[in-house]
């Protein structure tokens, strides 16, 4: 039998099979240079076994976590927004938008009934707009919007379900959308029942404008509603 190949940790100078090691090269970078603060040796070139990287990995993260909560004493205002008010407010931009367009829709023109349906109409859809605005500059959409190399590890897979999720639940409506569209068109010419169709640059701008509250704010909410609270200062 061939003797599994063997690499040599450069921390610990043990020897590992080469599944229980990682080449330095995979190393992040941000966790590649804390462990040069220590072991200025350190080579891109050679190994390190699983348990030294993770206790590194778990450093780093420490560190994140000491600095983000450093900057939370001193001006982030938006970190001390409770969970429940950024859950509430993406509720309200996915729930409220698609919503006053439907009040605003049903609102007919030149009654005093329609007039008052499109106002509060309108003033859902603003409420939407002020709550998307409310969630944009917390920590949850700063997971979702920020440079990659300002995330460490744990919020990277955060910012990877979150997308995946987002996309998933945006290409079913979107499918929903367009089918309801062409059986809409098609039931209309042939049976002439009438089904309700975009019709004009309003209509469709409002599809627009949803696509693109939507497509912002589902991840925001996935985010939101899986992941823990940043820990609490003490
Ligand atoms: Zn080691």
Redo the contacts with the bound molecule.
């Keep these: 039998m061939k003797r599994r190949e063997e690499v040599e940790?450069?921390?610990?100078?043990?020897t590992?099979p080469a599944g229980e090691?990682l080449s330095a090269e995979m190393v992040r970078p941000a966790v590649a240079a804390l462990i040069r603060e220590k072991h200025p040796e350190w080579s891109p070139a050679g190994y390190?076994?699983?348990?030294?990287?993770n206790h590194f990995r778990m450093e780093h993260v420490e560190g994140v976590l000491e600095a983000e909560r450093g900057e939370l004493s001193s001006l982030d205002a938006d970190v001390m927004r409770s969970l429940r008010a950024i859950k509430l407010a993406t509720l309200c931009a996915l729930a409220l938008y698609p919503l006053g367009c439907l009040v605003r829709l049903a609102a007919s023109e030149g009654t005093a009934v329609g007039l008052a349906l499109d106002i509060a109409g309108l003033l859902l859809v603003l409420a939407a707009i002020g709550a998307f605005a409310f969630m944009a500059p917390t920590n949850w959409q700063r997971i979702v919007g920020e440079e990659e190399g300002l995330l460490d590890e744990r919020e990277l897979q955060q910012r990877y379900r979150a997308q995946a999720f987002g996309y998933s639940v945006f290409a079913v409506l979107t499918m929903v959308t367009l089918i309801y569209f062409a059986i809409g068109t098609d039931i209309g010419n042939q049976k002439g029942i009438q089904v309700w169709l975009p019709g004009s640059f309003v209509h469709w701008s409002a599809f627009i404008w949803g696509a693109v509250l939507y497509a912002f704010t589902l991840p925001t909410a996935y985010l939101a509603w899986t992941v823990p609270p940043p820990p609490e200062e003490e």
């Design positions: 940790c450069q921390i610990c100078h043990g590992f090691a390190i076994c699983l348990a030294d990287l």
